[in-house]
Every structure is written in C-alpha cells, then in structure tokens.
Nanobody
Framework: QVQLVESGGGSVQAGGSLRLYCSIS????????LGWVRQAAGGQREWVSS???????SYADSVKGRFTVSEDKATDTVYLQMDNLKPEDTAMYYCAADLRWCWKLHPESDFDYWGQGTQVTVS
C-alpha cells in the first residue's frame, strides 16, 4: 500500500517561498499519478497540481506560474516548490497518489491515497 508523508510547511510572508516534500513508501513504478491538494479552513478541497509517472505536469490556474511540482524517483520524493506565495494560498496541503494515470482522475483531486497534510500559512 502506498503511504505518503508530507513535510516542509510553515509560515511565510506574502511574496515568499516554501518547498513541500512528500515521501512515498511502497512506491510502485507504472501508472502512478502523484499530486497536491489543499484545503483552507472552512473551505472545500482544491486540487493544486499533479505529476504523472511520465513526468507530465498540470496545475490549477490559481497557482500556474508560481508553483512547480517535481519528483525524484531515486528517493521516492515528490516536491512542490511554491514561489510568490499569497495569503489565499494559506491551507493544509496534502500529498496524494493514485495508481491510475492523472488524466483518468475526475475530478483531478480524486486520489486514492492521501498523506496527513502539512500546514502552509501566508501572511
């Protein structure tokens, strides 16, 4: 079973940067979609970004040009580099994974496996 552990959250001023990390255990090669989903307090879950096993990436319009998702297969780690952060980026950020290709997830946040989340606060 895929297990996900996030880290790297924290507090930052608007315009600053943070990098989130997601350690993936029992990583399996093949059709695997990895992604990030966030949820603000009292808000709905919002898909942020995904990366497929072939390296293709996709982003929500709200973060496009500011966030970058990447993966290191050697260490089974997924990263979310967040630049030019805005107060509206404040949320709990969850790493997520699915054994289907990303393009098969509808909605984009329909992942089967989830981490425990890491808080990002932008003031």
């Amino acid at each position: 079973q895929v297990q996900l552990v996030e880290s790297g959250g924290g507090s930052v001023q608007a315009g600053g940067s943070l990098r989130l990390y997601c350690s993936i255990s029992a990583y399996t090669s093949g059709s695997l979609c990895l992604g990030w989903v966030r949820q603000a307090a009292g808000g709905q879950r919002e898909w942020v970004s995904s990366i497929s096993i072939d390296g293709s990436t996709s982003y929500a319009d709200s973060v496009k040009g500011r966030f970058t998702v990447s993966e290191d297969k050697a260490t089974d780690t997924v990263y979310l580099q967040m630049d030019n952060l805005k107060p509206e980026d404040t949320a709990m950020y969850y790493c997520a994974a699915d054994l289907r290709w990303c393009w098969k997830l509808h909605p984009e946040s329909d992942f089967d496996y989830w981490g425990q989340g890491t808080q990002v606060t932008v003031s």
